[in-house]
């Protein structure tokens, strides 16, 4: 777990996230025991398990008064975790990334071909476990497997390109990051047998959530300390992927200047360290990151005012801790 979960403010999350743990070991194993020791990996190593606590909470908001998550709230946790990490095991291939979660990333540890194999197991357990949560929320959890891949799909198309607008960059952190949190606190929903207004509320939470967080860490790769980040800031420019920060200033008074020193890096070529540096004091000097902070904080209004629409419960009470967290850190940002 994180130093600080905000869904801790729940009296029964400790030990429902402590069944999801159980659980996730148990769906990660395989007949195989070379398989099983590559997928668990990655949940050894962590994480903060925002979807599975999400998708309980969102569950709990059924609730009048505190207790633990049903089996059926648990399973769905479980099921969304695991896509998420077949999606981290996809992305460090594709970064070529060496580290995840403070730990060795799978790719460098057992190679290419293993992590994407492993992955693909992951997605697979997701899937038998959402089967057994009905066909409503096994189709949704395909759909978003689908989401997923476009979001990427469309960051990989727009990779160093100076020309990259808002609304494609909006587009895809929506697939990327925030479609499964919105389907997280939707399946919560579905199990808890919520009604659909109820459900779609709390499937705009997630997704409001998702969008300020991805935001956010946006932000946080341009503004952090390279202690912080555990990687030199600016790691996503020299990827040539370009979030709103970067967009608005391209589009700004420098943004012929910062244009310039991009065109510096392309595909496999990357930026140098003085090139990156001087991008960032771009960035950082012109109002690119106060634009972007006030779409988080937008973002995050949107979310609470749908979380606004249901009646008070323990999960409402845990998802509104965790809004406020976020806020908390999009203010951090600011400073
Ligand atoms: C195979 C499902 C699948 C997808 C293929 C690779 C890919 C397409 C999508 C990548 C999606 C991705 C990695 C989005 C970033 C999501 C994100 C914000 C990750 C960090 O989440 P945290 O902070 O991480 O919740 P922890 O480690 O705490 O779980």
């Known amino acids: 777990m994180a130093d600080h979960n905000p869904l801790g403010v729940m009296p029964s999350m400790a030990d429902d996230l402590a069944r999801v743990e159980a659980e996730l070991g148990d769906a990660v194993r395989s007949g195989d025991e070379y398989l099983t020791e590559i997928s668990s990996h990655l949940i050894a ?31 769905g946790g479980v099921a969304v975790e695991l896509v998420h990490l ?19 990333s799978v790719n460098a540890r057992w190679g290419n071909l293993k992590a994407i194999l492993a992955g693909d197991f992951l997605l697979a357990r997701a899937s038998e476990l959402a089967a057994g949560l009905g066909v409503e929320v096994a189709g949704l959890l395909a759909a978003t497997i689908g989401r997923l891949c476009e979001g990427q799909v469309l960051e990989l198309r727009h990779a160093y390109d100076r020309g990259r607008t808002e609304e494609s960059y909006l587009r895809s952190i929506d697939g990327k990051t925030a479609s499964l949190l919105a389907s997280s606190c939707r399946i919560g929903g579905i199990v808890a047998d919520l009604p659909r207004d109820h459900t779609d509320a709390l499937t705009e939470f997630g997704r409001s959530y998702g969008m300020a967080f991805q935001v956010v860490d946006d932000v946080l790769d341009l503004v952090a300390t390279a202690a912080t980040l555990g990687k030199p800031a ?31 890096s392309a595909d496999g070529v990357g ?24 779409a988080a904080r937008a973002y995050a209004d949107i979310g609470r005012a749908a979380l606004g629409r249901l009646p ?10 965790a809004a406020d967290y976020l ?9």
């Open 234 to 264: 600016g790691h996503d420019m020299e990827e040539g992927v370009y979030t709103l920060p970067v967009i608005h200033t391209l589009a700004s008074g420098r943004g012929d200047e910062l244009a310039t020193l991009l065109a510096g």
């Open 86 to 104: 077949g999606s981290l095991y996809h992305d460090d291939v594709m970064d070529e990334a060496t580290m995840r979660r403070t730990v060795e």
């Open 271 to 294: 930026l140098d360290p003085d090139a990156r540096d001087k991008a960032i004091e771009i960035v950082r000097d012109g109002d690119g990151i106060d634009v972007t902070i006030a």
């Open 327 to 335: 806020l908390d850190n999009v203010e951090a940002a600011a400073a």
């Open 45 to 75: 190593a962590g994480g903060k398990r925002v979807r599975p606590g999400f998708c309980i909470a969102s569950a709990a908001t059924a609730l009048t008064v505190d207790a633990p998550a049903s089996a059926a709230a648990v399973t």
């Open 312 to 321: 008070d419960s323990p999960g409402v009470t845990g998802l509104s801790a």
